[in-house]
């Protein structure tokens, strides 16, 4: 009788592992089927859309108003910090140093990004010299992008105006400076409201607000201190 029980018993302890390992093999069967079927084509479907709004994200969408914008406002700023860099050592005015800094150090780190945006476009950045008037508006009859009548250098400055600028110190510099540079501000803000009216780029229509924002304050700032002189 004893023997019978101790046989029942052993019976018992197979039968139980034997499940055991059955349980553990559909499990794993189970596993691999969400893996490799319905389960992974759900998951490969969930990141389907992310990843096309982040590729359609980076390559930035862009249009000829874009280019234009953003070729424009290059030697457009060039000129700028040249400008600014004239005042440290010919103004007389503390306040006109203090605008001519803070124009430079608005308008240098925007140089970089406007051109690492054409860069991006495969457009052609404008060369470091590129800064006479008459020149950009011959380059623009025969730009490929649209920007034929781009009145987008208005208040460039002649290289008359700049050699003059360069010439004058004290007060006649300050007075000077403030004139150009307000002429100068006027044909930026007109290049950023254009770029808003019939720009695409997310990016460049953030900088036009900013520049028609922060150039027009300024103005108002330089049209004050030449009230002073």
Known sequence: MRKNLIRRSALGAAAGAA???LAACGSGDDASAGHDGHGSQSSAASLAPSTSAST???RGEHNAADVAFATGMIPHHRQAVEMADLA???AESTE???VASEIKKAQGPEIKTLSGWLT???EQVPAQGAMNHSMHKENNKHN???MDGMDGMDGMMTAADMDSLAKASGKAFDTAFLTM???HHEGAVKMAKTEKAGGAFPG???MANSVITSQSAEMSRMTGLLGKG
């Open 19 to 21: 499940s055991l390992v």
């Open 56 to 58: 359609s994200a980076s």
């Open 88 to 90: 440290p050592s010919r």
């Open 96 to 98: 006109v140093r203090k």
């Open 120 to 122: 991006s476009w495969g």
């Open 144 to 146: 490929k992008n649209g």
């Open 181 to 183: 540079m307000i002429e």
């Open 204 to 206: 460049a229509r953030k």
